[in-house]
């Protein structure tokens, strides 16, 4: 058996800024959930064979950019997890970038990638300039909370961070900032999305990507494309009224493809072919 990409209708995100003559590509990863041993499940999943297969995708998906894991890398935060996903993610680490969810350990991400990380406010944050656009990660995790903040100390990183450039910005970080219409995870958004939000619209922001609610969304942040991702590991039941309902338990990923001034978005996922 093989393994071929499937994927959903692209999605063209709509700008204003003209003249970018750049383009790249960009693969999102989210919501992995791996264990600190590889045989282990976590949400009765199979997390570090589905891992595997939405690594296979990414090898295909070459060439891109970045890759980007915005959140719950590690289900229990264990440290041999990061290591693990370190080990995973060596052939391509000049590429990756990182932020933590709420499952996260933040100081035992930290002391894995570290190389890999910018501090913003005693956060784990990243920069990088792509294809004509500043990407930026936000720390959302609040220690003891399932819920997503991004605090008056990241906010002031951020307006330093966006006013040092003039390239349009793509954003990600791994808490919902508006509800996406499943109740128990509509609990999560950031506490502080209307004070992100006031100091987004003030900034060229093309696109805002985040994780945490294992399922598609897309919809608007700040006048910005916004988009919601699904898990390497399981999927969860669109508005189910049923907390932790799972839909699927199969791999998915997000490609951001930048070209001739369009932003286009896709969800790619395996599908087996005889
Ligand atoms: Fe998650
Ligand atoms: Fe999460």
């Not at 894991?69 to 996903?85: I, K, P, Q």
């Not at 003030?202 to 609610?213: D, K, L, Y």
């Not at 988009?227 to 699927?248: D, E, I, W």
Request: aromatic residues 8%; contains cysteine; glycine residues 8%.
């Amino acid at each position: 058996m093989t393994s071929r990409v499937s994927q959903t209708a692209e999605q063209t995100c709509p700008t204003d800024s003209s003249g970018l003559a750049d383009s790249g590509r960009i693969i999102q990863l989210t919501d992995l959930h791996l264990t600190g041993t590889k045989t282990r499940r976590a949400w009765g999943t199979d997390v570090w064979p589905n891992f595997e297969r939405a690594l296979e995708l990414v090898r295909q998906l070459e060439p891109f950019d970045a890759l980007v894991l915005s959140g719950d890398l590690a289900n229990t935060g264990r440290l041999r997890a990061y290591e693990f996903l370190r080990e995973a993610l060596e052939p391509w680490i000049d590429r990756v970038h990182v932020v933590p969810g709420n499952h996260d350990n933040r100081r035992k991400l930290r002391r894995v990638f570290r190389d890999l990380c910018v501090d913003g406010a005693g956060t784990v944050n990243f920069v990088a300039n792509v294809a004509g656009h500043r990407l930026i990660g936000l720390d959302s995790k609040r220690w003891f909370r399932v819920h997503g903040m991004v605090g008056k100390r990241q906010l002031a990183w951020l307006r330093r961070t966006l006013e040092s450039s003039a390239l349009p910005a793509l954003l990600f970080w791994h808490h919902p900032p508006r509800p996406v219409g499943t109740w128990w995870l509509d609990r999560d958004v950031l506490r502080d999305a209307h004070e992100l939000e006031a100091l987004l619209r003030s900034h060229p922001v093309r696109g805002v990507f985040f994780g945490h609610v294992h399922q598609v969304w897309s919809g608007t942040f700040a006048e910005a494309c916004a988009y919601g991702s699904p898990s390497t590991a399981y999927q969860f039941r669109p508005g189910s009224m049923r907390p932790g309902a799972v839909a699927v338990r199969d791999t998915a990923l997000r490609v951001i493809d930048i070209a001739d001034d369009t932003l286009t978005t896709r969800i790619v996922t395996p599908s087996t072919s005889e």
